[in-house]
């Protein structure tokens, strides 16, 4: 062989190996390129997995009118959320119905969700000059008792919940305590409420306090009654859960005789009680804030879930904080869906979901 031809060969054999070298590196990009495509899928994963445990499937939620900024935690719970109740609607000085402009512009911003909409009435009083009276019960007196007045009352709720093409009403009607007179009009006013309701294909949930004397009411079967299982503790004692499984189901207990369907809202966020004796509530936002800024030291509370700490602020004033996150939430809620009840949640905003 010449060397030329020698030459030649060489020229082959290099060009043969840098090919070979060539293609087994592209050949090696293909693992990467999977490895990509893992990624993608435990992002989407990620963004797939919901908030609750999976058999979370049926949730309600309030939405208030205070505090809007909740379409994250909407976003986040997906198509775990199936309704959301707009709160609330109150009244004037003249005892009319109105809905505040917040929650009206609101409510036109999202009505196309995919979930159903309640408009939340409460027996809560604000006057022209910015008084108001809160869980009026001379209000619920004067609306319940007269029929005709009651007639007028019931057919305000559906005009309104018309109005603006809500799929339901909630009735949040508090502190009627032992009562009996208000509360057979009461009974009288929700069995009205739902016939016309109903006829018009319009939902009722109807809101009740754990103080409810149901051993000696008698509720119709049509609405969906709604049980607070919250404030065990709150501005008006010591420190404490919002809640914990046996106060859940004691409640569940005493609702037995209740026909229908029924369902339990929990509350989100907590209170901290101040050494001094003030009692403040929170979001899970805010209890997250002040750990960091005071560096405490958050405990689980083995009884109920929550999250406890204690801090002391710049003016040597010592704080205990008591609060609900996702777990805790999501504890109490598998008390309440074992029994094969809906769950409410109190509400959205200053929640910490992602």
């Not at 004691?250 to 209740?258: F, I, P, Y």
């Not at 403040?280 to 958050?298: H, N, P």
């Not at 010592?318 to 008390?335: F, I, P, R």
Request: glycine share 6%; with cysteine.
């Amino acid at each position: 062989m010449g060397k030329r031809a020698k030459n030649t060969w060489i020229i082959i054999t290099l060009t043969l190996i840098i090919s070979m070298f060539l293609y087994g590196c592209s050949k090696e990009k293909n693992p990467l390129e999977n490895s990509n495509k893992v990624q993608v899928g435990e992002i989407a994963a990620i963004e797939d997995k919901k908030i609750f445990d999976e058999n979370i499937d049926n949730l309600s939620a309030w939405i208030t009118y205070w505090d809007l900024d909740v379409q994250g935690e909407i976003k986040s719970l997906d198509k775990q959320l199936k309704e959301a109740s707009y709160f609330a609607a109150y009244f004037d000085s003249n005892n009319e119905l109105i809905m505040p402009q917040l929650l009206v512009d609101y409510y036109n911003r999202t009505k196309d969700e995919d979930y159903t909409k309640y408009l939340t009435i409460v027996n809560d009083k604000i006057n022209s000059d910015g008084t108001s009276s809160l869980k009026d019960k001379d209000l619920l007196k004067t609306l319940l008792t007269d029929s005709t007045l009651r007639s007028k009352h019931v057919k305000d709720i559906i005009s309104l919940a018309s109005q603006y093409g809500f799929n339901g009403i909630e009735i949040d009607y508090e502190q009627i305590k032992d009562d009996m007179e208000l509360w057979n009009n009461y009974l009288l006013f929700i069995n009205e409420l739902y016939d016309e309701s109903n006829g018009i294909g319009l939902k009722l949930r109807v809101i009740l306090e754990p103080n409810v004397p149901f051993d000696v009411l008698e509720f119709i079967e049509g609405p969906t009654y709604v049980m607070m299982c919250y404030n065990l503790h709150g501005g008006f004692s010591e420190p404490g859960e919002k809640a914990n499984p046996q106060f859940i189901k004691e409640l569940m207990d005493k609702m037995e005789s209740v026909p229908g369907s029924k369902n339990f809202a929990i509350a989100t966020g907590g209170f901290n009680w101040a050494s001094d004796g003030k009692v403040t509530s929170l979001s899970e936002v805010e209890a997250k804030d002040l750990i960091k800024e005071y560096s405490a030291k958050e405990e689980r509370d083995n009884k109920s879930q929550c999250i406890v700490f204690k801090y002391t602020d710049e003016d040597g004033i010592e704080h205990e904080v008591w609060y609900a996150d996702k777990n805790t939430l999501n504890s109490w809620m598998q008390v309440i869906k074992e029994k094969g009840y809906g769950i409410s949640l109190w509400r959205l905003g200053g929640n910490v979901f992602h």
